[in-house]
């Protein structure tokens, strides 16, 4: 069922040419930042912390609060994390490439209320066009007067540098971001210090936002924190972007209500994702980016509530939903996120590096056909080492999350499709090959 | 082969100025790197590494945690086929398997004529298009084997130039904008000697 | 100072400190790959994984990076922490060759002992592990083998964080990361084999210790580096009587455990076939080897025959004891006070041994720090360290007054240029608070900054370069004391034992114990029973007299001067001209040709003694191996020969001369034996008393500090067993008590050379040394000799251009002294109207170019075209 509420992140993207800055003013754009340039950053930090605002990049924390735990000793830094590498999610993607003066409007209303001395949208490398269109928005921003100096005769400045990664998922971990932001390896960084708000870029308080998070902000500031959390439920606030994809009619990005959707109308909503391709039956689906565990049919009517998900043991995430017919193999399906984390593991923590390596060796056996009975013992208990108690939200032996998010598709495949994997081993090899 | 080209060091040094630390400059300035030699060349890693007051093991090093910088040759068109969970179950395998024998190259190859490197990648945040692929980061999908046949051919017979430049080519559009004034701060260097009466 | 409580017990902490080291200093010994106590953590192996309590309960956190914050809990038995530490473990062994066997690190590998320890017995990993070609040189000195690597980025860090030179990074990501060195391009450090001895298993190695030893065949003494002035403090590992590694012994005032790679490697010469082992003595154009009799009585006869009119060159090479009892010799024996153990490369002794000295933690804590001296990372590459990292921790600012850019210039907070001789005008300009220049101003504030005294300020003072005269450094010295009365001197001067020989009377018109002829005469005549009425000459001043027919003999106690003094052409007549040569010595040189009768001395661990470093610092050096042939220690020498010339030193044992320079030596009062184990502790005693570890300790090796067998000083010396029967009670905890004279205070001499000006045409020499250079610890050590480069000149690409060099060319330089062809290379960063050329022993160098007589070094370039 889709809800009544308005497109906020999305409204323009059917528009002709949306990303250009003509297009853009046409339909309202820069007014947010005018608005927010007449109240003081404090008034507009408390309307984003009235909207309730949970970040969208993947951690869901709340944007308000965030801003809230910045660090006194100044320069403070604003980095747009832009990086989006979760499989599967494809919503910044459109974002960058179809209204990059949006995410310019969200990034300077964001540097206002933050008071940063510097601005950096940092941009995954792969998004060729995305750099384009966002180093073309910026340069009319400029001319236009949105950035710089004294800006709309404000007084305000801001400097916005558009920054292209290079290709390394975990560089979308915002420590790492920084890292590479740096020009060095991307190395996720230990705790303490435990936000980047307190020691981030260069070592100075620094806010890491999603590029869709900071697309909610001209909306709020236009139309005020309650009118936000008024969308959704508690706090769940607002629109989402949700990216749709595998084995549905319509695999895409759909902004809807948060909370007040599930994922049966994500998935099988005629507006929405249009059901099963070939009419057929729902297997499985991963609720929330490849590193959340997954779903089964039973769990349809779960709405799109990052409470609840987490409640049930997973994650709304990045907002990244891909639906696994009944012709899959499961086993396949949990070794190829298992091959990604083993590929795109920075190194750094021996339980990541070697663990992920070890656990796609025995998935890539047991699929291939040498698997034995004893390994499913022995992918739980490595499984364990790298997340003790193989809980959720997971303990950690590592410095990020991404380690811990390894035993996820296997521990779901493991619980949901225990006798796939009995048959791999026992037929040596996959049966829907 | 080939250090940056004096255009490009000047390249270089505008987006020095973009950071209040010179290093942050690194990654811009090997795309630009790249874009000059279709890799990142020894001579081109050191070069870099002297324009940033580096060790070119760090540049090295920096570069080679980062799957779009090669350090190796690769050819005109780097053909980057998605195998990532909604592609895999939308085909992508067997898209990778028609690729391999139509390019006559593994993953990682590259063709002898130099114009295309095959390789299997991560998501490429394309999902919508499943089964899809990147040339040179530029996207398409979903695609039969007939639709990659004709993309090969399209590119060969220089159909896409507009589309799709030579790879290393990554953003096209220059930044425009004055440098910023926010204050460099951190590794401040101390200015050279002090030659007093000469 | 937090309580924290591990595993239910109450720990006193320190602040700040990570959990893992308050539990070590608590008995609680948490496994570690990757953290070492004098690097930032990086938390990177998870091996240290403990619980600790937070606001959600218990969980598993990283020790080595978690602060220790007050009422933390923590545990560190649990079930959870033990499967966590095993599952790193098994982890790290999945892809580890395990080819313990071959292995150098076999015996000695912390990933061995814990796998013994707690791993699991066999593996359950049972696919192919991942492969590196193996092992791969990563410069001359080091071998990587990357599948034993278990990626805990000590050596990484190490190279950037430590010396900065981060040639070594990894590569790759995930599991296929590796260290690695970019392309051709050598690890160039000079502290490179560091690495080695950071690296947890067996992935570095160190070229000359492949295989030649296995850790259990190893014996093992803990002594003192005797490569330069830092005095490190090592371990020095033999098997079969063979010198076979030097490891660095974390030394909280001195080393922190780092040595650089001269120190590390230098035990090669030792070992070499080049030793002298016999008495050699002249028959014609040839030295014949003789008996020590004979030796002996050949050389007691020359220096019977040239009276009072000779000179003793050298000994800052020497132990303590060795050179204390050669400086006894020429006084009372040879009844001369020529004596001097510096080769017109240092600073006169006045300055050395008067201005109030500082120590090392001292010049790394100041409030400001002034640089006058040579390029530390070559010459004294461990306090380069030390101050590096000070500076980048920003617990002292750097100053640097210097005639060219140095490796520390980056860290400095000012980098002041002098041109050559005009040191003083710059010192003037600084403190003088008129009309400054902004740097100037800078420089100033910082000095000032805490009290316009400059309490607290250290200056390490040395001599920048050999290619200009002492003299202006003293100038610009006894500027700055006068400006600043407040601050002290750390004396940067270089060989191994200068600061000891100096301390010993090894310097014209100086006595043992820092008091100065004038002023301890009379208490060495009781003392010693007669010393000369008249100060002697200086190193240049008996060249000069030789030269010119006035001195007769001359003995070399380890010297080199044709090689080693700044003005060669000098030396070479000198040595050509007197009647009578001896040389004591371990190797040939190119002085010792001239000599009449060598006498062959036992090296660097092969004898006993103390040695005193920059600080004043007196440490043990300790004998591991025996002498070749029939060498022996030059105090022996030196009592023998005095026998033979009808006098008596008086001592026969080491224990003996410690005594008696406890006795007579002002400086040395109070220093028991007790007081140099360990660390050792800074003389006068009375002042500092024993330096004790002011609480971070590093990483432990195992040393039994016993100190050698045979010929020994103090033998099996436990330090905390207190006195032993050899320690009498200090004879007087104040030198000046008991009749004792007063120690030297400096006042500067008058300015007797003046540059000459500016000439629009020439360039002012610097001449510095490198830690590479063919003198004869590299040259004797295969491992180092292969290390030293070329000898090029640089110079500023304005300045080439001036007299149209091109690049890569060579070029004829000139000076009035003499002409050398060189390769000669553009570098930006040197000052206009300077150019360096280090010095690069044996063959040509500024030896040849330099005027020992003349204030600074001016020559002129000329192209000669082609290509270099
Ligand atoms: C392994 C890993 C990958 C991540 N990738 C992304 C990403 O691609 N994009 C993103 O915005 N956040 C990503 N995050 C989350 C960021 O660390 C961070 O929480 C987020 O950028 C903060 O922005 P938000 O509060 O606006 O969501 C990732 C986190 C982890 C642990
Ligand atoms: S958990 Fe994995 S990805 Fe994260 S820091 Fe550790 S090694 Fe890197
Ligand atoms: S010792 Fe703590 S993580 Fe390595």
Redesign the interface.
Same mark, same amino acid.
């Not at chain 1, 540098?161 to 998922?169: E, I, K, L, R």
């Not at chain 1, 083993?342 to 339980?351: D, F, L, M, R, V």
């Given at each position: 069922m889709l809800t009544d509420a308005p497109a906020i992140v999305t409204a323009r993207l059917g528009q002709p040419e949306s990303w250009t800055l003509r297009s853009y003013l046409d339909k309202g754009g820069y007014q947010g930042f005018r608005q927010a340039l007449t109240m003081t950053p404090e008034d507009v930090s408390k309307e984003v912390l009235d909207a309730n605002l949970l970040g969208r990049g993947g951690a869901g924390f709340e944007a308000g609060k965030k801003w809230s735990m910045l660090a006194k000793p100044r320069?403070a830094y604003l980095v747009i994390n832009g990086d !989006? /590498?979760?499989?599967?999610? @494809?919503k910044?993607?459109m974002l960058l490439e179809g209204d990059p003066h949006q995410v310019i409007e969200g990034t300077l209303i964001c540097a206002y209320a933050v008071g940063a $001395? #510097?601005a950096f949208i940092f941009v995954?490398?792969? @998004?060729?066009?995305g750099? %384009?269109r966002m180093?073309?928005a *910026?340069?009319e921003a400029?001319?236009y007067g949105a950035? =710089?100096?004294d800006i709309f005769g404000s007084g305000f400045?801001i400097?916005l540098?558009?920054?292209? =990664? $290079? +290709?390394?998922?975990i560089c979308g971990e915002e420590t790492a971001l920084l890292e590479? *932001? %740096? +020009?060095?390896? +991307?190395y996720p960084r %230990?705790?303490?210090p435990w936000f980047p708000a307190v020691k981030g870029l260069? /070592? #100075?308080p620094t806010i890491v936002n999603n590029v869709e998070t900071v697309s909610n902000l001209p909306w709020i500031v236009q139309h005020g924190g309650k009118g936000f959390a008024a969308l959704g439920v508690g706090r769940s606030a607002g629109t989402r972007i949700f /990216?749709l /994809?595998?084995?549905v009619n319509r695999? $895409?990005?759909f902004e809807i209500e948060m909370a007040k959707t599930t994922f049966r109308d994500l998935i099988y909503d005629p507006a929405l994702g249009g059901g099963i391709r070939n009419g057929n039956e729902l297997k499985a689906f991963?609720p929330g980016g490849?590193s959340a565990p997954w779903f089964g049919p039973d769990q349809l009517d779960m709405p799109l509530d990052q409470d609840a998900v987490g409640k049930a043991g997973s994650m709304l995430g990045s907002g990244?939903v891909?639906v696994?017919d009944d012709t899959?193999c499961m086993v396949?399906?949990a070794w190829? &996120?298992t091959q @990604?984390f083993?590929? !795109?593991?920075? =190194?750094?923590?021996?339980?990541c590096?070697? +663990?992920?390596?070890?656990v796609d060796?025995i998935m890539r056996?047991i699929e291939l056909g040498g698997g034995r009975e004893s390994d499913l013992e022995?992918l739980l208990d490595v499984c364990?080492? &790298?997340a003790?108690g193989l809980r959720w939200p997971p $303990?950690?032996?590592? &410095?990020c999350v991404l380690g811990p998010s390894i035993p996820s598709s296997i521990t779901s495949a493991l619980k949901m499709f225990k006798d796939e994997f009995l048959v791999h081993i026992k037929e040596g090899g996959c049966p829907y090959a | 082969m080939a250090r940056l080209s004096p255009e490009n060091v000047q390249r270089a040094k505008d987006l020095i100025a973009l950071y209040p630390q010179a290093r942050s400059a690194l990654i811009p300035i090997l795309h630009v790197a790249q874009e000059q030699n279709g890799w990142l060349t020894p001579d081109v890693i050191a070069h870099v590494a002297e324009l940033l007051d580096l060790e070119a093991a760090e540049v090295y090093g920096t570069a080679s945690f980062y799957d779009m910088l090669f350090t190796h040759p690769v050819g005109r068109y780097l053909v980057s086929v998605c195998t990532n969970l909604a592609c895999m179950i939308n085909g992508a395998y067997e898209l990778l398997a028609h690729a391999e024998e139509r390019l006559g190259v593994a993953p990682g190859g590259t063709t002898e004529d130099g114009m295309f490197t095959l390789e299997d990648v991560e998501c490429i945040a394309y999902c919508g298009g499943a089964p899809c692929l990147a040339v040179n980061w530029r996207f398409f999908g979903p695609l039969t084997n007939e639709d990659f046949d004709r993309l090969v051919d399209d590119l060969r017979n220089g159909r896409l130039d507009e589309e799709v430049p030579p790879h290393g080519t990554l953003c096209r559009v220059r930044r425009q904008a004055p440098l910023p004034t926010a204050p460099a701060h951190g590794a401040e260097r101390s200015p050279g000697g002090l030659g007093l009466g000469g | 100072m937090p309580d924290i409580v591990i595993d239910g017990k109450k720990v006193e902490a320190k602040d700040g400190e990570m959990i893992i080291a308050a539990a070590e200093r608590a008995g609680i010994y948490i496994p570690r790959f990757c953290w070492h106590p004098r690097m930032k953590p990086v938390g990177m192996c998870r091996m240290c994984l403990v619980e600790v309590k937070g606001p959600r309960g218990f969980a598993l956190q990283p020790s080595c990076y978690v602060p220790v914050a007050p009422d933390q809990e923590i545990v560190t038995t649990s079930d959870t922490v033990k499967k966590a530490q095993d599952g790193v473990l098994e982890f790290l062994l999945i892809n580890h060759p395990l080819d313990c066997p071959v292995c150098d690190r076999g015996g000695e590998c912390p990933l061995q002992d814990q796998t013994f320890g707690f791993g699991p017995g066999e593996s359950r990993f049972v696919e192919e592990k991942r492969h590196w070609a193996k092992p791969i040189p990563i410069n001359p000195l080091i071998a990587l083998d990357r599948e034993r690597c278990i990626q805990c980025a000590r050596c990484t860090r190490f190279q950037e964080e430590v010396a900065g030179d981060p040639m070594i990074d990894f590569v790759g990501r995930g599991d296929h990361t590796e260290v690695n060195i970019f392309a051709d391009k050598p690890l160039a450090s000079n502290f490179s084999a560091n690495i080695v001895q950071l690296c947890p298993v067996g992935a570095l190695t160190a070229t000359p210790y492949r295989f030649k030893a296995r850790p259990w065949d190893l014996d093992v003494v803990e002594s003192t580096c005797t490569a330069c002035a830092v005095g490190c403090r090592i371990a020095v590992q033999s098997s079969s009587n063979r010198l076979v590694r030097h490891l660095g012994v974390d030394s909280d005032p001195v080393n922190h455990g780092w040595l650089c790679d001269k120190g590390r490697f230098y035990y090669e010469a030792v070992d070499s076939p080049a030793r002298l082992t016999n008495p050699l003595v002249r028959k014609g154009d040839e030295f014949v080897e003789v008996s020590w009799a004979e030796g002996l009585r050949a050389a007691a006869d020359g220096l019977r025959a040239a009276g009072a009119s000779v000179g003793v060159l050298g000994g800052a090479r020497l132990p303590n004891e060795d050179a204390y009892a050669w400086s006894k010799f020429a006084r009372t024996v040879l009844g001369t006070d020529n004596v001097d153990c510096q080769m017109g490369d240092g600073l006169p002794a006045e300055a050395v041994l008067g201005l109030p000295r500082a120590t090392i933690d001292e010049a790394c804590s100041a409030p400001a720090t002034l640089l006058l001296g040579p390029d530390l990372k070559e010459e004294l590459p461990v306090l380069f360290l030390r101050l590096r990292t000070a500076a980048l921790d920003g617990d002292t600012k750097l100053i640097e007054l210097t005639p060219r850019p140095t490796a520390m210039s980056e860290h400095a907070v000012v980098s002041l240029v002098y041109r050559p001789g005009e040191a003083a005008t710059v010192a003037r300009a600084l403190v003088e608070k008129s009309d400054q220049d902004s740097r100037l101003a800078r420089a100033a504030e910082a000095l000032r900054g805490e009290s316009e005294t400059g309490e607290g300020v250290v200056i390490v003072l040395g001599r920048p370069s050999v290619a200009e005269s002492a003299d202006g450094i003293v100038q610009a010295a006894a500027v700055l004391a006068r400006a600043f009365p407040g601050a002290k001197f750390l004396t940067a001067l270089r060989r191994g034992n200068v600061h000891g020989a100096l301390d010993m009377g090894m310097a014209p018109g100086i006595l043992p114990g820092r008091v100065s002829l004038d002023e301890g005469g009379a208490w060495f005549t009781d003392g010693w029973g007669a010393v000369p009425a008249q100060r002697g000459l200086d190193t240049l001043g008996m060249l000069q007299a030789a030269d010119q027919n006035h001195l007769q003999a001359l003995v070399l106690l380890g010297a080199d001067p044709i090689n080693d003094f700044p003005d060669r052409a000098l030396a070479r007549r000198a040595l050509a001209a007197v009647n009578f040569t001896l040389a004591v010595d371990c190797f040939r040189n190119d002085s010792s040709r001239h000599a009449d009768v060598i006498l062959p001395v036992a090296a660097f661990a092969e004898r006993s003694g103390t040695t005193t470093n920059l600080e004043g610092r007196v440490s043990r050096l300790s004998q591991k191996v025996t002498a070749p042939g029939t060498a022996r220690p030059d105090w022996m020498i030196a009592a023998e020969l005095a026998l033979l010339l009808g006098g008596d030193l008086g001592f026969d044992t080491l224990d003996s001369i410690a005594a008696e320079i406890e006795r007579l030596a002002p400086s040395h009062a109070g220093l028991t034996p007790r007081l140099t184990t360990g660390d050792g502790a800074v003389v006068p005693v009375a002042a500092r008393g024993k330096t004790s570890s002011n609480g971070q300790t590093g990483e432990q090796i195992e040393v039994n500090a016993t100190f050698a067998q045979g010929e020994t000083l103090m033998p099996e010396n436990d330090p905390d067993q207190g006195e032993t029967p050899l320690d009498r009670p200090p004879s007087a905890s104040d030198p000046a008590e008991g009749g004792r004279p007063p120690l030297l205070r400096f006042t500067p001499p008058p300015s007797s050379r003046t540059p000459p000006p500016v000439d629009a045409y020439s360039l002012r020499l610097v001449s510095g040394r490198r830690l590479y250079d063919h003198g004869v610890l590299v040259s004797h050590s295969p491992a180092l000799a292969q290390m030293v480069s070329e000898p090029v000149l640089r110079a500023n690409p304005y300045d080439l251009d001036q007299v149209g060099i091109k690049p890569g060319q060579r070029a004829r330089v000139k000076s009035p002294r003499g002409s050398l062809l060189l390769a000669v290379h553009p570098d930006p960063a040197m000052p206009r109207g300077t150019a360096c050329l280090d010095v690069n022993l044996p063959g040509e160098g500024p030896a040849e170019l330099i005027d020992a007589t003349a204030p600074v070094t001016e020559i002129r370039l000329e192209s000669v075209g082609g290509a270099g």
């Open positions: 320069p !989006e /590498s979760e499989p599967c999610t @494809f910044d993607h $001395a #510097q995954r490398g792969e @998004f060729a066009l750099l %384009e180093t073309a *910026l340069n400029y001319e950035v =710089g100096q400045s400097d540098v558009v920054h292209p =990664g $290079a +290709g390394a998922y590479s *932001l %740096e +020009g060095k390896r +991307g %230990e705790k303490p260069y /070592s #100075q /990216s /994809s595998g084995h695999p $895409a990005n991963v490849v990244s891909v696994m899959t396949r399906a190829r &996120i @990604f083993h590929k !795109e593991s920075c =190194g750094q923590c021996t339980p590096r070697e +663990g992920g390596g070890w060796k056996r022995l364990d080492n &790298i003790p $303990a950690k032996t590592t &410095i | - | -």
